[in-house]
């Protein structure tokens, strides 16, 4: 009703997205295809032009060199990343039980 996805949201990910940090967007998972079609097409203009990128993480999931560098890529591109709260909170548990595994020393090591 207010405006939040169709105007407050490009209008602040084009003002902080200077590619000197993440822009990213957690909206619900309802709002997710809205949110990502109405960016789109905000940032789809040439003088505007922004990717939009949607960011799906689950608890099984790995946290790989390539995740790491599609985020890298994403700053360099002043891409918009759309996710939902419930992939964040998974990204963030994996994190923390990756940390753990570090401390503990229970990580596998690599064998070469």
Known sequence: ?????TVIAP???LL????????TQ????PLLRFSHATLRSAFSAPPLHKPVWT???D???SVTIELLDK?????TERAVLLSTPAAVKAFLLKLLELLHLLDTGQYPKRTR
């Open 71 to 75: 985020v890298r890529a994403a700053v």
């Open 55 to 57: 960011f799906r993480f």
């Open 26 to 29: 957690i909206v619900p998972t």
């Open 11 to 13: 209008m602040l990910a």
């Open 59 to 61: 608890r099984r999931a």
């Open 1 to 5: 009703g207010e405006g939040k996805t």
């Open 16 to 23: 902080i997205g200077d590619g000197s940090m993440l822009v």
